[in-house]
């Protein structure tokens, strides 16, 4: 069966400090990969999503980015946090439409 | 207008109630529907899933999607207070190998004991 994991599960950062976030997916090849984050009291904010090792395509415009290194493997950075990328982050992943996703990292940037 | 319109709630009902939830949208492409459900302070778990129009059951669970009126619905028997969450529709078009999936913004559920 598959499984995917997040770490860590909370993280609490000073504003202008770098950030990294990591998925991974056991138990199936070449998935989807998303990067979801959901603000306090609201729905969910796609990101990224990566089809492919190496494809990577933003959503929003933002200081943050992705990557994909390995097939099962997904990346959410930052080089300066800012306030506003406080949130409830969420990696998930898809072989068809339906998507599965990950326990979530709280992030607080203060 | 957003693509997908969901009631935030909150939704307060004694336990045994039947507990009803909708989602509007607008996109007529989408054909796949899905519900999850998400606890506090956890990731958004897979409920129901439906393609296209049409009822579907598992166990205390029915999930109804109306095409033709770009409508859907979940409905929870007998509630129990482990119910409680929020929920989320989400829906999705085909022809397309991203799998983006279009959100509602959540409706949060109390089952009261």
């Known amino acids: 069966s598959q499984t995917i994991h997040q770490w860590p599960a909370t993280l609490v950062q000073p504003v202008g400090s770098p950030l990294s976030l990591e998925c991974t997916v056991e138990g199936t090849s070449n998935p989807n990969l998303y990067w979801y984050r959901q603000a306090a009291g609201r729905g969910l904010q796609l990101l990224f999503y990566?089809?492919?090792?190496?494809?990577i395509s933003s959503e929003v415009p933002q200081n943050l980015s992705a990557s994909r290194p390995q097939d099962r493997q997904f990346i959410l950075s930052s080089k300066k946090l800012l306030l506003s990328d406080s949130g409830f982050y969420l990696c998930?992943?898809?072989?068809?439409?339906?998507?599965?996703f990950g326990p979530g990292t709280r992030l607080t940037v203060l | 207008q957003k693509e997908v319109e969901q009631d935030p709630g909150p939704l307060s009902v004694p336990e045994g109630a039947i507990v009803s939830l909708n989602c509007t949208y607008s996109?007529?492409?989408?054909?796949?529907f899905m519900w999850y459900r998400q606890y506090s302070r956890k990731g958004p778990e897979l409920l129901m899933y439906?393609?296209?129009?049409g009822n579907k059951e598992d166990g205390r669970f029915t999930a109804q999607v109306d095409k033709s009126s770009k409508y859907i619905s979940l409905f929870i028997r007998d509630s129990q207070p482990s119910d409680s969450a929020t929920y989320l529709c989400a829906m999705s078009a085909t022809g397309s190998n991203d799998y983006k999936l279009s959100f509602g913004a959540g409706t949060t559920v109390t089952v009261r004991a």
């Open positions: 996109n007529s492409a989408f054909q796949y």
């Open positions: 998930a992943w898809s072989e068809t439409s339906k998507q599965f």
């Open positions: 990566s089809v492919g090792i190496g494809q």
């Open positions: 439906t393609y296209s129009s």
